[in-house]
């Protein structure tokens, strides 16, 4: 059942959406765990971005569900995410999760079972806990409403918007989702 489990928060174990299944031996694990073509396709354009547009010298560039260690409570992971390397040093770097913040993070849908109520607020639970940490901003990305949310650090309010706009990820450089999907001719439907 351990391997089932997708995040840490709080002290209290989500798992994958699905492992119930598993549980009753419907579904493999792997069914459950890994992503759709259209979150790996997103990973991909963010990754694209990162390496082609941010100063490698500067940051670090992280993604395939990269774990962070916040506390004894809280074992979370990120989609893809941007770490300034005088941040996360070269000495900080093995085989744990890492515990120190993101500079961004970015989070492609959920993959954990929200079923129980006390989970129902876990998007604004996860930003939250890692805006507190120190992330300066945190970029969800929901594919079945096609919006984008951005929280960050330095503002009064977290923005929820249609993805179809042109959004700074970081250092100037900017992401459209709405219209990288139109240009590789992918259609969402919602």
Do not use: C
Not at 46 to 55: A, V
């Amino acid at each position: 059942m351990e391997s089932l489990i997708y995040e840490v928060l709080d002290g209290r174990s989500l798992y994958y959406s699905g492992y119930k299944d598993v549980l009753a031996g419907k579904k493999t694990p792997e069914e459950i765990m890994g992503s759709s073509s259209l979150q790996w396709v997103l990973v991909s354009y963010f990754m694209r971005i990162m390496i082609r547009s941010l100063d490698e010298k500067k940051y670090w560039f992280a993604s395939n569900e990269a774990g962070v260690h916040l506390d004894h409570r809280n074992n979370l992971s990120h989609d893809a995410a941007i770490y300034e390397k005088s941040v996360l040093t070269p000495d900080k770097i093995n085989v744990h999760y890492v515990d120190v913040p993101a500079k961004v993070a970015v989070e492609i849908d959920v993959k954990a079972d929200l079923s129980k109520t006390e989970d129902f607020n876990y998007v604004n639970k996860k930003t939250r806990k890692l805006l507190d940490f120190g992330t300066s901003k945190v970029i969800w990305i929901f594919t079945d409403t096609q919006q984008v949310m951005i929280a960050e650090q330095t503002a009064d309010a977290w923005l929820t918007m249609d993805w179809n706009r042109e959004l700074e990820l970081l250092d100037g450089q900017k992401f459209n989702i709405g219209r990288y999907l139109e240009e590789e001719g992918i259609k969402v439907e919602n």
